[in-house]
């Protein structure tokens, strides 16, 4: 697939894990990567789908890294449904099947949020928010089916079937979105990743033009298909989930293909 020059690139929207570092663990490559776009001038931001933590989770954990990383460079998959939200849901009463850091953004946010059916709140929720759910119980995917059988608004964080780990994956908000599909016929909304919305937000704040924007990732079905679907340029990683044989299956073609970041960090030398 052919894209614009990477000469022309100066934003760099960045996947992290399986990008960037792999669990706990850096790659290598990756601080001389982030490194070589400040020297070309360019400006680097962090997009992730992972909603089971906040923004400033993430910044600790990579300035732990050696990663010298802020709040305003990052964009969210909780950013995203919280905008999606507020646009269409301001005034109702939504469930949350997710993590307190969650619950907490959304509130924060200035929604109406429960993860509760009592007191009335069966009937008055409207709509169900599912995101990835490090602190799911049983409880939660059972009201999560009552309330779908009842035919409320079903809205998801992101698509991700999986999250890696140090010994191989674990059910991420997609998997947990099947369960839900295969006892209620109901499926969501998703917001994050591979839809265009966070692409969008991040030229919204920097500026950038779509021909001046790279999304790097190491997942076909969500970093890849979200790059094409915002119209801009995508690198796939092979750090990472992804390989050569996805892009067969997904019908996925990113505008590049790279071994890591340290082949991009080359290429822009």
């Not at 999560?144 to 009842?150: A, E, F, Y």
């Not at 994956?169 to 839809?195: H, N, W």
């Not at 966070?198 to 997942?219: N, P």
Request: charged share 25%; proline share 3%.
């Amino acid at each position: 697939m052919e894209g614009n020059s990477l000469k022309n690139k100066k934003l760099f929207l960045l996947d992290m894990d399986g990008t960037l570092y792999l669990d706990g663990d850096l790659f290598p490559c990756t601080l001389p990567f982030l490194k070589k776009i400040e020297e070309i001038g360019g400006e680097y931001l962090f997009l992730t789908n992972n909603s089971s933590k906040s923004a400033q989770s993430y910044v600790e954990k990579l300035n732990k890294m050696g990663i010298e990383a802020t709040l305003s460079q990052f964009v969210t998959s909780v950013q995203a449904t919280a905008k999606h939200l507020l646009a269409h849901h301001s005034e109702e009463l939504i469930y949350v099947a997710g993590t307190e850091s969650l619950k907490k953004e959304l509130r924060e946010a200035g929604l109406q949020i429960t993860d509760t059916l009592e007191g009335g709140n069966f009937d008055a929720i409207t709509c169900l928010l599912c995101g990835f759910d490090t602190e799911l119980t049983f409880k939660k995917l059972d009201d999560c089916s009552r309330l779908l059988t009842r035919g409320v608004t079903f809205i998801a964080t992101n698509p991700d079937w999986v999250c890696p780990t140090a010994y191989g994956y674990v059910p991420d908000c997609g998997s947990v979105c099947e369960m839900l599909f295969r006892a209620t016929g109901k499926r969501p909304r998703f917001i994050g990743k591979p839809q265009p919305d966070m692409v969008y937000m991040a030229l919204e704040k920097t500026g950038y033009k779509k021909e001046e924007a790279l999304l790097i990732g190491d997942r076909l079905y969500t970093d890849i298909a979200c790059a094409l679907n915002a119209g801009i340029d995508g690198a796939f990683v092979l750090s990472g989930e992804g390989t050569i044989a996805d892009i067969e299956k997904t019908g996925v073609n990113p505008t590049y293909i790279l071994k890591d970041v340290g082949e991009l960090t080359a290429l822009l030398s």
